[in-house]
């Protein structure tokens, strides 16, 4: 693309140069909708979230501001510790049954290479 | 066939699935009444539903699919030749299943990894079903503190989860290079 460039900008041939800037905004068109959807059901909810999680509350309302209150009450409470040890210790069972079943589930499924099917092929 | 056996459960919704759980292992549950009913037991095991058992025991029941998929995806890729060049040079079987099949189906295994650990990490309604309320998880806490209308500690919680589960995925990606090895 830098050669790209130069060799515009060295000619300096505005025809030339049209089409060359046209297809870079296509390209930018083609990604638009993904960007727009991510950014609007991903990102913005995201940033809100982070906004408000400085907010101040109490038990009729959120007040607006900047306050790291929120961030103290869930890292200074033992609490929340034990529950994201808890989390973490479902996390790590599940996650270790999941991949055992998972794969031999898969590895005998009849379309992969399950040892029936490679020596059916063979023989 | 099995495939096919894994895919019926998830045309009902998640919820049905977990609740179809409890009069499986209740008290009086299935479980329970064949146990007594052999004679294997003098009374129902309490620790079958609502415990932490019960809350592992649907979460697999529920994520195996996310795992299974990714896996299967990557053994299918798998060129067939390269298992009988294994075999022609005098591989067992097990040889076969340690140092061909494996190594090729770790990126299968860690983008299944991710879907499992960032669904367990935001589960509640499992937790909460399963559990009885006798276990808690972050998601859980969340949507308390949610009903309570603490919603800045519910958004301060929330990121410091998302915080957590990006580091799990970072770390993830970091030890298997999915784009590397697809």
């Known amino acids: 693309m830098t050669v790209a460039d130069q060799i515009t900008v060295t000619g300096s041939s ?17 990604a638009l909708p993904l960007a727009v959807i991510l950014g609007f059901f ?31 009450d869930v890292l200074g409470s033992w609490v929340t510790w034990k529950t994201y040890l808890n989390t973490l210790k479902f996390a790590a069972i599940v996650w270790g049954i999941t991949l055992f079943a998972g794969f031999w589930i898969a590895y005998f499924s009849p379309f992969t290479s399950g040892p029936r099917r490679s020596r059916r092929c063979c023989s | ?30 479980v329970n009444s064949t146990l007594i009913q052999l004679g294997l037991v003098p009374q129902p095991i309490e620790w079958l539903l609502y415990s932490d058992f019960a809350v592992v025991l ?41 140092t061909v099949i494996l190594p ?20 509640y309604s499992t937790v909460q079903v399963m559990s009885g309320g006798q276990s ?8 308390n503190q949610m009903s309570l209308l603490q919603y800045p500690a519910a958004a301060a919680n929330a990121v410091v989860l998302l915080a957590l589960v990006l580091l799990l995925v970072g770390a993830i990606l970091r030890v298997v290079d999915i784009r590397k090895e697809l």
Not at chain 1, 44 to 72: K, M, Q, R
Request: charged share 15%; with cysteine; glycine share 4%.
């Open chain 2, 136 to 143: 808690a998880s972050v998601a859980l806490m969340m949507k």
């Open chain 1, 42 to 72: 991903l990102l913005l909810p995201i940033l809100f979230l982070l906004v408000v999680s400085f907010w101040d509350y109490d038990f009729a309302g959120l007040y607006p501001g900047f306050i790291t209150l929120n961030y103290e």
């Open chain 2, 58 to 98: 649907a979460m697999v029941h529920l994520y195996t699919l996310f795992m299974v998929t990714p896996i299967f995806n990557t053994l299918m890729r798998i060129d067939r030749s390269l298992i009988e060049a294994a075999r022609d040079a005098g591989a067992s079987p097990f040889q076969i299943l340690w």
């Open chain 2, 104 to 123: 090729l189906a770790r990126p299968g295994m860690a983008i299944g990894t991710i879907f499992v650990v960032t669904l367990v990490m935001a589960d």
């Open chain 1, 14 to 30: 505005k025809p030339r140069r049209r089409p060359l800037s046209l297809a870079r905004v296509a390209s930018y068109l083609q």
């Open chain 2, 1 to 30: 066939m099995l495939f096919l056996i894994c895919t019926v459960p998830f045309l009902t919704s998640n919820i049905i699935r977990m609740i179809s759980w409890i009069p499986v292992l209740g008290r009086n549950g299935l």
